[in-house]
């Protein structure tokens, strides 16, 4: 291969693979901000691939190409449910927020699985119309750059930076954003001021939801083509990652996911570059997850977190 068709092969499985983190770190993101710590995103990809999947399989004859983009939505949704159960758990009653996380992280799988048996007497069911590969018009004709970055893509990788900077927008730049990272910060302040702080927590968590249904929904539209038992495998914590790294901020997260997507597929490009191809594969397969852990013990006594993230607030205090 050619040095430019090597970097085209790298960038579209990197942006490829990255797709997934960015939306479900961006979920993340609104999470924390408000205040609440939601490790269920791994259990809200896993029923937001489910549900997207079974969406593909079943509708896919009625709503033709238009399916994968529907299937994006109907994870989503289903992704708002599961953290309905997040936000009622942990803004309502008060519950711990690793405890309530970690238990959407055991009931999903187990709850796709039953449900699959139930639906179809199987454990696993496959999409029937996916995303293809496109080339960006206009700009997949720009010399070498086009060829490097917009040709032979999946469109839905650009749809997800372009969120990524539509939510540092919303964050960071409207009247919704400052009281959402208000009530993450200092909730008593906040509640002074009139803003209701529950709402705005379980606002951050459905949005939370909502994204992290989409990232495991394009998971299965994109790369995977089905849903089985262990089809998200550490997603949504390599997600929960690439928040941190990038110091809970979307473009941070967007960023920090585009790194981790590269380290997902350095065993698919590995025979394509030389200094790669004498290294294990094994080696190159867990790269992403040691490189998570890394991260972790490396940044996250660095970053800092929102102040009253993970705390639960009680107005009368």
């Known amino acids: 291969m050619t040095l430019i068709n090597t970097l085209a092969l790298i960038v579209s499985m990197t942006l490829l693979y990255s797709t997934p983190l960015i939306f479900t ?7 924390e901000r ?3 710590v939601n490790v269920g995103l791994e259990g809200i990809m896993v029923m ?9 399989a079943e509708f896919s004859a009625t709503f033709g190409n238009w399916t994968p983009w529907l299937s994006l939505l109907a994870g989503g949704l289903v992704g708002v449910l599961f953290s309905l159960l997040h936000a009622v758990a942990t ?5 711990d927020h690793i405890i309530s996380g970690t238990v959407i992280n055991l009931m999903a799988p187990a709850l796709s699985v039953f449900l699959l048996q139930l639906m179809y007497g199987q454990g696993a069911v496959n999409n029937v119309n996916s995303f293809g590969l496109q080339n960006v018009p206009l700009l997949a004709d720009i010399p070498v750059i086009g060829e490097i970055f917009f040709q032979r893509i999946r469109i839905l990788a650009y749809v997800a930076i372009v969120i990524a900077v539509l939510c540092w927008f919303i964050i960071f730049k409207t009247r919704f954003g400052l009281r959402l990272r208000s009530v993450g ?30 990232g495991g929904a394009s998971f299965t539209q994109t790369i995977s083509g089905q849903f089985r038992l262990g089809t998200i495998a550490g997603q949504g914590f390599m997600a929960m990652a690439a928040m941190i790294f990038g110091k809970w901020s979307p473009l941070g997260a967007m960023g920090a996911s585009l790194f981790f997507g590269l380290a997902q597929i350095l065993p698919i490009v590995s025979n394509n570059i030389p200094f790669l191809s004498h290294i294990p594969d094994v080696l ?7 490189l998570t852990i890394v991260v972790l013990v490396a940044f996250f006594g660095k970053a800092v977190a929102p102040k009253a993230d993970g705390i639960n607030y009680i107005k009368s205090k």
């Open 185 to 214: 910060e200092h909730p008593q302040a906040a509640d002074t001021l009139g803003i209701n702080v529950y709402a705005m927590r379980y606002y951050g968590v459905l949005i939370s939801g909502l994204l992290g249904g989409i």
């Open 34 to 36: 408000s205040g609440v």
């Open 91 to 95: 803004v309502t009653l008060r519950a």
């Open 284 to 290: 190159l397969q867990i790269a992403p997850y040691v």
């Open 48 to 56: 937001g691939a489910f549900a997207s999947v079974v969406f593909n």
């Open 25 to 31: 770190s961006l979920g993340g993101t609104f999470s």
